[in-house]
């Protein structure tokens, strides 16, 4: 029997949020001592709307990464009456949220001074003792039917203003979505950018002997929660890549023993070879508009960069393979191409304009360099490098033109690095050393080289693809 993956529901946020998010205006607001009692009567600043006030972001990114912005998160009131509070698991997965980005500082909730919050608003004494720059309030409430409502707020503490304020209405089912997409409202809001934290990830699931691992398509949080297996292992599956705009995996399967290229749809299940063009067909990659893919087709010893139209229209050859031709990644605006290519007698860097044309060598370090990932900022290329100058494996990054080459983590094997959404993190795969042969799990680290954590996962896993922002 063929294998037969539990597909998630479609990833819609209309979908998720039944009739929508509705706009909340904050409360008359109000000025009391820190301990909450008494208080003078005047009134404090009239809070913004939804929104904030246009005049640009709370706080200045670089600032951020110097020190962490402080940040409480009230725990959600829950009226539900459920065993587990959701109000508890939303404002956990917050937290993890914010904490894990490295631009916040989630301050210690037993420090809160009780009864800091009455009729919505805050005791802005009470949060201002505790050194909070923003504090996030909210409650959940069921509205009936398996439908919950749960609102939150954002807001400034030193001006004493809502700068956000949103319900949204969801089944329980969605606790854990609505925590990463209140995330995102408060990362933009703060940062002056889009979050990240509503996306999820493909990659590859490593289990069973070392010396002859099962390899299974999977995909999952950003954060490594709803793991899901797409394919059952029977066949290895390596390199997947997650398509910009519509939710589907293109993915290297070696059903046969013969590597193919093969697009996986996450919401239908449904799996559809892309071709056969040469020996080998590897190193799947999107075009921007998602439309068509870039692939290694191995021919003659050599490897040739084709491009296929997903919509038909055939395939396009845009290097020979006269030599090595490898891991092509677009720009974001889709007008460049970088690869890597052993043409000038060892691994390194190209750039090329997305028809082929205008071939430029960027990498020139003493050592080869393999699996460039363009940001979606435009502004970086990071990569895979390995020479006896560093005594192994490193993930890197540079410019588009070659420059401001930098190391951001070393180890036995780094490889396979991936950007989010918003470009400011990545994550790639660490490989370890062990008794039995080697562990191999996923890390993220910010663009900074700073901020490297574990990405927790059920099984060991490799070859991560951050996904878009979910819509």
């Given at each position: 029997m063929k294998f037969r993956p539990k597909i998630l529901p479609p990833f819609s946020r209309r979908g998720l949020l039944g009739a929508g998010a509705a706009t909340l205006i904050?409360?008359?607001a109000f000025a009391q001592s820190a301990l909450g009692g008494g208080g003078d009567d005047s009134a404090a600043p009239a809070a913004a709307p939804s929104g904030g006030s246009n005049n640009?972001?709370?706080?200045?990114?670089?600032?951020?990464?110097?020190?962490?912005?402080?940040?409480?998160?009230?725990?959600?009131?829950?009226?539900?009456?459920?065993?587990?509070?959701?109000?508890?698991?939303?404002?956990?997965?917050?937290?993890?949220?914010?904490s894990h980005s490295g631009l916040f500082r989630t301050i210690d909730p037993s420090s809160f001074v009780p009864n800091s919050v009455v009729n919505n608003t805050p005791v802005w004494a009470n949060w201002n003792i505790l050194g909070a720059q923003a504090l996030v309030t909210g409650d959940v409430t069921d509205q009936g039917g398996g439908q919950l409502r749960v609102e939150f707020r954002l807001w400034n503490v030193a001006s004493q203003s809502q700068l956000q304020g949103t319900a949204y209405t969801t089944t329980a089912a969605n606790w854990r979505r609505i925590g990463h997409i209140i995330g995102d409202v408060v990362y933009q809001q703060m940062i002056g950018e889009k979050g990240y934290f509503d996306s999820r990830v493909a990659y590859i699931s490593e289990a069973g002997e070392v010396t002859s691992p099962i390899r299974r398509l999977a995909v999952m949080d950003y954060d490594g929660q709803n793991s899901q297996f797409l394919t059952d292992g029977s066949s290895m599956a390596i390199s997947p890549q997650y398509n910009p705009t519509r939710q589907q995996l293109a993915y290297v399967s070696f059903q046969d023993n013969n590597p193919r290229v093969y697009l996986f749809d996450l919401q239908s299940g449904a799996e559809s070879l892309i071709g056969s063009y040469g020996d080998m067909t590897i190193g799947p990659r999107f075009s921007p508009d998602g439309n068509s893919l870039l692939m290694s087709v191995s021919r003659n010893g050599g490897a040739a960069i084709v491009r296929a139209n997903l919509g038909g229209g055939g395939v396009t050859e845009l290097t020979d393979s006269a030599s090595i031709n490898v891991t092509p990644c677009y720009s974001p605006d889709g007008s460049q191409?970088?690869?890597?290519?052993?043409?000038?007698?060892?691994?390194?860097?190209?750039?090329?304009?997305?028809?082929?044309?205008?071939?430029?060598?960027?990498?020139?370090?003493?050592g080869q360099y393999a699996e460039p990932c363009w940001s979606p900022r435009g502004d970086l290329i990071a990569y895979t490098f390995w020479g006896s100058d560093v005594g192994g494996f490193t993930i890197g990054v540079m410019a588009p033109d070659g420059s401001g080459e930098r190391i951001l983590s070393q180890g036995f094997l780094v490889e396979a690095a991936s950007f989010c959404p918003n470009g400011r993190v990545i994550m790639f795969y660490r490989q370890t050393p062990t008794a039995d042969g080697h562990d191999s799990r996923l890390v993220t680290i910010g663009i900074d080289g700073f901020n490297e954590r574990l990405v927790e996962t059920d099984t060991y896993a490799s070859d991560p693809s951050w996904g878009p922002l979910l819509s």
């Open positions: 904050a409360p008359a640009g972001p709370a706080i200045n990114v670089s600032g951020a990464q110097n020190a962490p912005i402080p940040i409480a998160i009230s725990p959600f009131s829950d009226s539900t009456g459920a065993d587990s509070s959701v109000g508890d698991q939303i404002t956990g997965v917050l937290s993890d949220d914010l191409i970088v690869f890597n290519s052993d043409r000038d007698g060892n691994q390194q860097l190209f750039v090329m304009n997305a028809d082929g044309s205008g071939v430029k060598r960027i990498s020139y370090g003493s």
